[in-house]
């Protein structure tokens, strides 16, 4: 592998996993932080609900550029290595299971995406952010989901933690593709002399 082309996969290996931890990170602040806003403009809303889109539209932002860093990152492993290498399966392979996973993610946030919770009773000083809340109190009793209308907790529930959990299994994915694939990593060969 040329130089140039190796430090290209390292710099875009390294471009992936921080994009991926970035959306790992901003999934678990929306999933603690998520509050409706209305879709109302930014400057008429409180401060945790513009705090609260603002986590949304970052973590939105960071699983398009993780997407983009790992296709780029397998097109320059394909690039270095050629298309029949064991190297470029495995970065294949964990490039198509990281995107399809972040995907997943994607169609959860759809599902979870709250506009409105209907709560048993509010008393002073709850607290009802985050999807966790909306998923797990055992204060709500059902929660309204753009056009899908009433859904109970366990519809809701199965697709919060999908939400939640779907960036840690495609930095996983990426994680191993990235360690099992890069420059200088052989396989290691054991020799055994016999002596007469």
């Not at 809303?45 to 705090?51: D, I």
């Not at 995907?103 to 709250?114: E, I, K, N, P």
């Not at 809340?133 to 199965?158: I, K, M």
């Amino acid at each position: 592998m040329k130089p140039s082309l190796e430090r290209l996969v390292g710099v875009a290996g390294a471009a992936s996993a921080v994009s991926l931890s970035l959306v790992a990170w901003t999934g678990v602040m929306v999933t603690l932080r998520y509050r409706p806003d209305g879709g109302g403009p930014v400057a008429l809303l409180p401060s945790p609900a513009r705090w609260s889109r603002q986590l949304a539209d970052w973590h939105a932002v960071s699983v398009s550029v993780a997407v983009v860093a790992l296709l780029v990152w397998c097109g320059f492993m394909v690039a270095s290595h050629g298309w029949r290498t064991r190297q470029v399966a495995i970065a294949v392979g964990s490039t198509i299971g990281a995107v399809a996973v972040l995907g997943l993610s994607v169609m959860a946030w759809h599902r979870v995406r709250f506009d409105q919770l209907g709560l048993w009773a509010v008393t002073v000083g709850s607290d009802v952010s985050g999807l966790w809340y909306a998923a797990f109190s055992n204060h709500v009793r059902f929660v309204f989901v753009g056009d899908s209308g009433e859904l109970s907790q366990s519809e809701v529930a199965p697709w919060v933690v999908v939400y939640l959990l779907a960036p840690f299994i495609a930095l996983g994915l990426f994680g191993i593709g990235w360690v099992t694939t890069r420059p200088g990593r052989t396989a290691r060969r054991i020799v055994v002399t016999v002596e007469a």
